[in-house]
């Protein structure tokens, strides 16, 4: 005969396990909200990501009472380096590509809002009539592509010796040559015609920027690279004054200028793919989610 006593103490010690982990989830989330001390470790303010910061802070409920502490990029990193060196809880402000990627092991935190929104590539544009002008120039740029772990790895090697962004761009290069040769494959070297190139002023955006235009300049163009803000390297290039640009950020960073001045340049496609913003954990804390922290009582 069944034994329905027994069923019912089982069912009686598995929702009391449910209720229990339940319990302990959220008092493991309530702690290391209190370690943290309810704080996100921002940037300067007025960045576009303190102000993305401050309306998580606003649209996540379970976020209520939480504070932004605003600085600066190098307080956040040292804040950073601090909590990692002591294995404690800390949640900063991130971008990819970034060297900080490179130097510890971090996780962006998933946003089922999608205040940060999603993954973003870096693009490369050129004015109309590149590719009839300088057409060995425009297949290199059109060939132009590498990875956010590559970027990141060379960053750090920036951060470490203290490099330039020109001096990293050409040491990469050096060091660098298969991946050079396949941009550069098949294409006559050109007589000293003139490119310009514009970047934003990222660092990340100015080092590819160096490399492009050290390899224009090794197959034989006279390249030039001037950094601009991103409205006027849309302007520059869509009247023709500028030749090409890998830095704009699409979908979403500059995504409004490049609508204003869409059909008066040429897309290339990606120079790299995988760049986000967001808000980033060490990879020890047990947390995924913006969904996984609790507010202030």
């Given amino acids: 005969m069944f034994n329905w006593k027994k069923l019912g103490v089982i069912a009686s010690l598995s929702l009391s396990l449910i209720?229990?982990?339940?319990?302990?989830?959220?008092?493991?989330?309530?702690?290391?909200?209190?370690?943290?001390?309810?704080?996100?470790?921002?940037?300067?303010?007025?960045?576009?990501?303190?102000?993305?910061n401050e309306q998580v802070i606003e649209d996540y409920e379970n976020l209520d009472g939480w504070e932004q502490d605003t600085s600066s990029t190098g307080a956040m990193l040292s804040a950073l380096d601090q909590a990692i060196n002591n294995e404690e809880p800390i949640i900063i402000t991130a971008w990819s590509p970034h060297y900080k990627f490179a130097k510890w092991d971090l996780k962006y935190l998933e946003d089922p809002k999608g205040i940060f929104g999603g993954e973003e590539h870096a693009a490369t544009i050129v004015r109309n009539g590149?590719?009839?002008?300088?057409?060995?120039?425009?297949?290199?740029?059109?060939?132009?592509?590498?990875?956010?772990?590559?970027?990141?790895?060379?960053?750090?090697?920036?951060e470490e010796e203290d490099l330039e962004m020109d001096e990293l761009a050409q040491l990469w290069v050096d060091e660098n040559q298969e991946t050079v040769a396949e941009w550069t494959e098949g294409i006559e070297p050109a007589d000293g015609q003139s490119i310009e190139l514009a970047s934003t002023p990222w660092d990340t955006e100015l080092f590819t920027a160096h490399?492009?235009?050290?390899?224009?300049?090794?197959?034989?163009?006279?390249?030039?690279?001037?950094?601009?803000?991103?409205?006027?390297?849309?302007?520059?290039?869509?009247?023709?004054?500028?030749?090409?640009?890998?830095?704009p950020w699409m979908p979403s960073t500059h995504g409004a200028l490049y609508e204003n001045h869409e059909g008066e340049f040429e897309d290339l496609g990606p120079s790299y793919e995988g760049a986000r913003i967001g808000l980033a954990v060490p990879t020890y804390m047990d947390v995924d989610s913006l969904d996984d922290f609790e507010p202030k009582e």
């Fill in 130 to 158: 590149l590719k009839e002008d300088l057409p060995n120039a425009y297949t290199i740029l059109e060939r132009f592509y590498w990875e956010v772990p590559d970027i990141e790895a060379a960053m750090l090697k920036a």
């Fill in 19 to 52: 209720i229990a982990a339940c319990g302990q989830d959220g008092e493991q989330s309530q702690s290391l909200s209190e370690e943290m001390n309810y704080t996100i470790t921002g940037l300067e303010p007025g960045a576009g990501q303190t102000e993305l």
């Fill in 211 to 247: 490399i492009a235009e050290i390899v224009l300049d090794q197959h034989g163009y006279n390249a030039t690279l001037t950094p601009l803000d991103p409205a006027v390297v849309f302007e520059s290039i869509s009247s023709g004054d500028v030749d090409a640009s890998l830095s």
